[in-house]
T-cell receptor, first 117, second 112 residues
Framework: GAVVSQHPSWVICKSGTSVKIECRSL??????MFWYRQFPKQSLMLMAT?????????EQGVEKDKFLINHASLTLSTLTVTSAHPEDSSFYIC?????????????FGDGTRLSIL | EDQVTQSPEALRLQEGESSSLNCSYT??????LFWYRQDPGKGPEFLFT???AGEEKEKERLKATLTKKESFLHITAPKPEDSATYLC?????????????FGSGTRLLVRP
């Protein structure tokens, strides 16, 4: 149980292109999803918290207009990297919580490796 | 400020050589401490949740323990397939968003 699917797993595109990444909870409903960015040999950096039916909450230093998040249903959140540039190249990972009880873990997708040429 | 520190940064073990990974934390009201395993090019895989000091959880060769200031992940007689990065994260009680604060991880390599 608690499977999170992320798509695509790998994308290479030209500078200036916008890229959309999907995150789906396959066997549970997720009112809250999270988007992370991870650089090589570094830990996960939280970018934003995505709440179903409301605006995402972005962490300090993350550009809202660059990283658009939509959480339109209880099983799907999307991250769109707008007008991507080489410095946006990274490993992007989403996660979802299975419940609201204390200590409920987040379950992660397998990530999307984004390479901007 | 809530903070998580993991040590060592990297650890090399021979197959069968038991060891422990450390996760020290400073947090205002601990909701939970989480251990994850991450393989290269993959997302983190959930291992354990610990809630209170004195608690222990086990899974195969892994055992996680928790005190008021730190958590240990003990690996008993590791095998090469245990090689991965192990991440520790905390969820603060003061934060209603339920977000996790991650440590920088310990990269474990187990040689046959």
């Amino acid at each position: 149980g608690a499977v999170v699917s992320q798509h695509p797993s790998w994308v290479i595109c030209k500078s200036g292109t916008s890229v959309k990444i999907e995150c789906r909870s396959l066997d549970f409903q997720a009112t809250t999803m999270f988007w992370y960015r991870q650089f090589p040999k570094q830990s996960l950096m939280l970018m934003a918290t995505s709440n179903e039916g409301s605006k995402a909450t972005y962490e300090q230093g993350v550009e809202k207009d660059k990283f658009l998040i939509n959480h339109a249903s209880l099983t799907l959140s999307t991250l769109t990297v707008t007008s991507a540039h080489p410095e946006d190249s990274s490993f992007y990972i989403c996660s979802a919580r299975t419940g609201v009880r204390r200590g409920q873990p987040q379950h992660f997708g397998d990530g999307t490796r984004l390479s901007i040429l | 400020e809530d903070q998580v520190t993991q040590s060592p940064e990297a650890l090399r073990l021979q197959e069968g050589e038991s060891s422990s990974l450390n996760c020290s934390y400073t947090v205002s009201g601990l909701r939970g401490l989480f251990w994850y395993r991450q393989d290269p090019g993959k997302g983190p895989e959930f291992l354990f949740t610990l809630y209170s000091a004195g608690e222990e959880k086990e899974k195969e060769r892994l055992k996680a323990t928790l005190t008021k200031k730190e958590s240990f992940l003990h690996i008993t007689a590791p095998k090469p397939e245990d090689s991965a990065t192990y991440l520790c994260a905390v969820q603060a009680g003061s934060d209603s968003s339920y977000k996790l604060i991650f440590g920088s991880g310990t990269r474990l390599l187990v040689r046959p």
